[in-house]
């Protein structure tokens, strides 16, 4: 097959490049710095043109997969005057376009990189996000996610394209950035963490997981013409915090140490990280059910951070 992806010099992109090229397909992969870039697999690299370019629909010929990874993610300390109105920019109007061409270029399928944060913030102990959840994005970031979907929805309507919306949680792996590198720069300097005792539960992802799983729907064969599916994904089991911090520590040959606060200093951490806009993304929950996907796509995660 040939396999367009938006973003191949990313995080998430950059690995689905690799693979889907050892796996036999033809890759073409597009990149704001693709012109500072060197290919990274046996296909192309193009400098990625303005989402209401003509270029889109001679890079779209004869393309069967589009995967759609580029976008505006979330930012740790976003410093946009209007951070709504960018993520609209760069993660539903340019999802609504790049569909508009998918869809005028005759591709099969589009394939959409949506989050988790889509479902919400946090879950609670025993309810976990599933597939039928009504959306509940608080985030400008989730919302334009959100919108994004449903951009893909509406222009894939009465076409012949199908798509597919992946939804993850926080995906790990060498070279993550946000509050895992957080964590992980911690660990390198060997600093004990006040997380005895942390109990919270959160679903992540490997980039590899997520790279199968991607490819997993690209081999797929199609729904009706118009129609999608959406799929919850994870490892397949949530941990803490804890485990989080101590497996980056193994997985650097570091020992990792961790210790109980006492109740007051506990209490003023958790006040200072909540006015900090991190405390939930550290201590909170976010367990999310992939059963039905691993079952409809009979996809097996392989085991990640434990």
């Known amino acids: 097959m040939r396999i367009l992806i938006t973003g191949c010099t990313g995080f998430v992109g950059s690995a689905l490049a690799v693979e889907a090229a050892s796996r036999g397909h033809f ?14 697999f046996p296909g192309k690299v193009e ?12 890079l779209l ?7 759609h990874c580029a976008a505006r993610v979330h930012q740790v300390k976003d410093d946009a005057v209007d951070p709504l109105a960018e ?16 869809v005028k270029s005759g591709v099969k399928k589009f394939i959409y990189l949506s989050t988790i944060k889509v479902n919400g913030e946090g879950t609670s102990p025993g309810q976990p996000f599933t597939s039928l959840d009504s959306p509940n994005p608080t985030s400008p970031y989730a919302l334009s996610k959100w919108e994004g979907e449903q951009a893909l ?6 076409s012949t394209m199908s798509f597919d919306i992946i939804r993850p949680p926080l995906v790990y792996g060498d070279g993550a950035k946000g509050n895992l590198a957080i964590l992980e720069k911690l660990a390198r300097l060997r600093a004990p963490l006040p997380l005895a005792g942390v109990e919270n539960r959160r679903s992540l992802i490997s980039r590899e997981n997520l790279v199968d799983v991607i490819l997993r729907c690209a081999e797929a064969p199609s729904v009706a013409p118009g129609a999608g599916n959406l799929w919850l994904v994870s490892d397949g089991y949530s941990v803490s915090t804890s485990q989080i911090y101590l497996s980056l520590c193994r997985s650097m040959n570091i020992e990792g140490r961790i210790f109980n606060l006492p109740k007051p200093f506990k209490s003023l951490m958790f006040y200072v990280l909540d006015k900090l806009g991190i405390k939930e993304k550290l201590f ?14 009979d996809w097996r995660p392989a085991p990640g951070i434990r």
């Not at 929805?153 to 009465?158: F, I, N, P």
Request: net charge negative; hydrophobic share 40%.
């Open 27 to 40: 890759v073409i992969g597009t990149s704001r710095k693709a012109d500072h870039c060197p290919p990274l």
């Open 47 to 58: 400098l990625s043109p303005a989402y209401d370019s003509e270029n889109w629909v001679e």
């Open 61 to 67: 010929c004869g393309v069967d997969i589009l995967v």
């Open 87 to 102: 993520f609209r920019a760069a993660n539903t109007d340019a999802t609504r376009k790049l569909a508009q061409w998918a």
């Open 153 to 158: 929805r509406e222009v894939s309507a009465g």
């Open 284 to 297: 909170g929950s976010l367990e999310v059910d992939c059963s039905a996907t691993m079952s409809e796509l």
